[in-house]
């Protein structure tokens, strides 16, 4: 695998109704690591090695996407829809956060659905384990991935953050 490490990103922490939300952007302005934390560590910590920055410069703003994370949180459910994601894995991972983005607001799934949306109608484990690895919270909903039965299942942020997204955009 050729090395691609980026030397530089940027970094910068909105406030959310459910806490700080910080982002970290390499210099396309794609997310590399997203999630609800004022700890920009706990996500250069998830970042595959071979996308991980090297240097991360501390912004006010991430321009688009900081807009996108505040428009959402106001009720722009479909803010974060432009925004690029950046991240790295294996064939069946990739497709399975494309397949994340095309969920709908509003409209979760099962994770037995998302296996059979992501092409593999038997690995609900394997689907399971994307939403698990998913570096770019919000901009990869695997918020909108729940139980059969409607349980909550797993969630990096918190269980109480996930079920506010979920009323959100109920």
């Known amino acids: 695998m050729p090395n691609t490490t980026i030397s530089l990103a940027d970094t910068a922490t909105a406030t959310t109704p459910i806490g700080p939300f910080t982002a970290v952007v390499d210099v ?12 920009v560590t706990t996500l250069t910590s998830v970042i595959h090695p ?22 959402y949180h106001a009720g722009d459910l479909t803010a974060i829809d432009g925004i ?19 969920v ?5 799934i099962t994770y037995t659905e998302f296996a059979g949306l992501a092409g593999r109608p038997a690995a609900t484990r394997a689907a399971a384990s994307a939403c698990a690895r998913n570096a770019a919270a919000l901009f ?6 729940l139980r059969i039965g409607g349980a ?5 942020w918190g269980l109480d953050a996930k079920r506010w997204l979920l009323d959100h955009e109920g």
């Open 28 to 39: 396309d302005g794609a997310v590399l690591a997203s999630g609800w934390t004022g700890d």
């Open 50 to 71: 071979t996308l991980r920055p090297g240097e991360l410069r501390q912004r006010d703003s991430l321009g688009a996407v900081t807009t996108a994370i505040i428009d």
């Open 84 to 102: 690029p994601v950046r991240q790295h894995s294996g064939e069946f991972l990739l497709h399975a956060w494309d397949v994340l983005r095309k």
């Open 104 to 108: 709908p607001a509003g409209e979760p």
């Open 140 to 145: 990869v909903p695997c918020h909108r991935v």
């Open 152 to 156: 909550l299942g797993g969630f990096r």
